[in-house]
């Protein structure tokens, strides 16, 4: 009963610590209990499976952590209209099994070589399960422990130096140096020890949020220049309105909240430099044939009303596909069309348009798994073919962009990163636009999948991680919400919330300072892999040593 007692407790502690309804500074010590019963199984306890008991009693912790904070996919609609199950229940329970397992590895090892070397294990495993996590196909770093700060970003200023990964360090150190307190005292009651122990443990805690709030109150950017963006929210909704509109509608509309909002509010004589529009905004029904820029009549409908605003730009998502001829290479997420007899890609793309000029183009890569991205598709799909478990999306894949591109403005200094949706949960990634040029983050996204619930939530206030990490200033563009400026503090400056159709202008700054995160990534996960070799090494060394003597 203790140990289902303690493992209920670290569930919920990592649950109500979760952005953006929790309290993250329980974070601090979410893991003890848990760590505890697994101290408690191991030492103590008559439990003849006692490895079988840990993993129970952890996928136990970590189905309560992932249900509540990421059970709002179930707000993810079928094709009847009724809510998926499944949208939840697969990514739920599969991610708490990987999280379960992790676990049983680390008490494998603590089993095996000890306390100590089992709790340098424990960090360097989680901070390798994470960083697998960002990397992937399976990927879902929507629960990594470094994002539980995102709401409260003036207590992790310093992320523009070691990133997310670094929070997730932090955090795991913090809670290990907490049950090794609890341990220490349980074991000699030494009150000496205790002070000790519980003012370093303080001290790590405390320290790295001082050193934040010193940085927020006093960090004052080097800025090039500024430009005025103009956000646009068409509030469309993306089951009964988006796919199934004319896109000449869809467009007309759009361009007429672009119309309505080509100046900027503080400064009625300040034209309009970049128009951004939400992911996959056009063309509604269908895509874009990639060979066919010049001949769309929606883009030169765009080109249109932008020669009609001297020097602006449009920038925004939309849904293309690229028809490749008989002797061209084909990849692996190319399909074959029976009834037309065509190989092609689809893609979920970034679009920029410039009168008089060839659009450009950027193909999202990371992809959300089951709905755009059939995950090991050369592995699993002759095995499982139709029957694959998806998400209410698909069986296929969509294609990709295998580097970052950045589009530079020819009117202006700017130079934005086109990050669509998923990609900015990922750090590292969004650091290799910097690296192309990017002095402005501009993120496209639809969040309306979720309807008003912790999803949309979640996202926005994880792009304050990436303001932070490469200190650029972010423009959001929502389909249905939030729409949002964010400064390169994390601060969001402005925003157009959720459901409200309209436009959000705002004059953001271009910075072009590469931070040491930027610059560095997370090495912090790279270090941990090599102590993780070590640690395996570790074993079979000792027990020759202790053979030879």
């Not at 300040?270 to 905004?281: G, N």
């Not at 056009?282 to 010049?294: A, H, T, V």
């Not at 636009?433 to 939530?457: C, E, F, M, P, R």
Request: a positive charge.
């Amino acid at each position: 009963m203790k140990n289902l007692l303690l493992a209920l407790i670290s569930g919920v502690l990592l649950a109500i610590s979760w952005p953006t309804y929790g309290i993250p500074f329980f974070i601090f010590f979410a893991w003890v209990p848990l760590l505890m019963m697994e101290h408690n199984i191991t030492k103590f306890s008559n439990i003849k499976k006692k490895s079988l008991a840990v993993f129970g009693f952890s996928y136990l912790t970590f189905l309560i952590w992932n249900w509540v904070t990421t059970g709002w996919l179930y707000n993810s609609q079928l094709p009847d209209g009724s809510k998926s199950l499944l949208a939840v229940l697969f990514p739920v329970l599969t991610n708490s099994f990987f999280m379960a397992l992790v676990f049983l590895a680390y008490h494998f090892y603590k089993k095996s070589q000890g306390t100590y070397f089992g709790l340098v294990f424990f960090v360097a495993i989680w901070m390798c399960f994470e960083k697998l996590h960002l990397i992937w196909e399976f990927t879902w770093p929507w629960l990594n422990l470094g994002n539980v700060f995102s709401e409260y970003h003036q207590f992790i200023q310093w992320y523009d130096t070691l990133g997310a990964t670094g929070g997730s360090f932090w955090i795991l150190i913090c809670n290990v140096l907490v049950f090794y307190t609890i341990r220490i005292w349980e074991a000699g009651r030494i009150r000496k020890s205790l002070i000790k122990n519980v003012l370093m443990t303080a001290g790590f805690i405390i320290l790295p949020m001082v050193i934040s709030l010193i940085k927020y109150y006093n960090y004052s950017p080097e800025t090039v220049g500024s430009i005025n963006v103009t956000m646009l929210q068409p509030a469309l909704d993306p089951y009964t309105e988006k796919y199934q509109k004319d896109s000449l509608t869809i467009e007309g509309d759009l361009l007429k909240l672009a119309a309505e909002n080509s100046v900027l509010q503080s400064d009625k004589k300040s034209k309009i430099d970049l128009y951004l529009a939400p992911e996959t905004s056009l063309p509604g029904i269908g895509g874009f044939s990639e060979r066919g820029f010049n001949n769309s009549l929606l883009i030169n409908n765009i080109k249109v009303f932008l020669s009609q605003h001297s020097k602006s730009v449009f920038s925004g998502g939309i849904s293309s596909y690229y028809v490749y001829r008989e002797d061209e290479e084909k990849p692996s997420t190319a399909s074959f069309l029976d009834r037309q007899g065509i190989w092609l890609d689809e893609y979920n793309s970034a679009i920029q348009i410039i009168p008089n000029q060839q659009p450009e183009i950027y193909h999202k890569a990371m992809l959300v798994p089951g709905v755009e991205i059939f995950p090991y598709i050369k592995v699993f799909k002759p095995i499982l073919g139709d029957a694959m478990l998806d998400l209410g999306g698909t069986t296929r894949s969509l294609g990709i962009s295998n580097e970052r591109k950045v589009f530079a403005n020819p009117y202006n200094k700017s130079v934005i990163a086109p990050i669509i949706c998923y990609e900015s949960i990922y750090g590292e990634f969004v650091t290799d636009y910097v690296k192309k040029g990017a002095n402005l983050l501009t993120i496209v996204t639809n969040d309306s999948w979720w309807g008003y619930s912790q999803g949309h939530k979640q996202l926005l206030v994880y792009a304050k991680l990436r303001a932070i990490e490469t200190r650029r200033e972010i423009a959001r563009a929502a389909n249905s919400g939030t729409s949002a400026h964010i400064n390169s503090r994390g601060d969001i400056v402005d925003e157009l919330p959720y459901g409200a159709k309209g436009a959000l202008t705002a004059k953001v700054n271009l910075i072009d300072k590469e931070t040491f995160y930027t610059k560095s990534g997370d090495f912090l996960s790279r270090i941990c892999l090599f102590v993780i070799g070590a640690l395996l090494l570790f074993i079979p060394g000792r027990k020759y040593l202790m053979r030879k003597k």
